[in-house]
Nanobody, 124 residues
Framework: QVQLVESGGGLVQAGGSLRLSCVAS????????MGWFRQAPGKERDFVAA????????YYADSVKGRFTISRDNAKNTMYLHMNSLKPEDTDVYYC?????????????????WGQGTQVTVSS
């Protein structure tokens, strides 16, 4: 059984930084693409960033490009999302996901396992 566990969320002031982590188990982590998504209550889940199996290719939503960095450490079965210059509109529950492919994807329908989410709140 594949499990994904996010951590690192919290409350931060606008302009601040956070680092989210996603630890995976139950699958050979280094074989699969992964992604970060976010969702506000009552809204659709939005793509944030994705990364391929090796970390050599990354993809970002326009809204976070230049502020967020996705990375992974396959030796630790962990993916990260470094978030800088946070804005109040970044407030959401952030989810990590993995898919049955070497590449990442911006489409949530292409991911088959999800974490439980971690809350990020940015105050103005």
């Amino acid at each position: 059984q594949v499990q994904l566990v996010e951590s690192g969320g919290g409350l931060v002031q606008a302009g601040g930084s956070l680092r989210l982590s996603c630890v995976a188990s139950g699958r050979t982590f280094s074989n699969y693409g992964m992604g970060w998504f976010r969702q506000a209550p009552g809204k659709e889940r939005d793509f944030v960033a994705a990364i391929n199996w090796s970390g050599s290719r990354t993809y970002y939503a326009d809204s976070v490009k230049g502020r967020f960095t996705i990375s992974r450490d396959n030796a630790k079965n962990t993916m990260y999302l470094h978030m800088n210059s946070l804005k109040p509109e970044d407030t959401d529950v952030y989810y990590c996901a993995t898919r049955q492919s070497y590449s990442g994807s911006s489409s949530e329908n292409e991911y088959d396992y999800w974490g439980q989410g971690t809350q990020v709140t940015v105050s103005s």
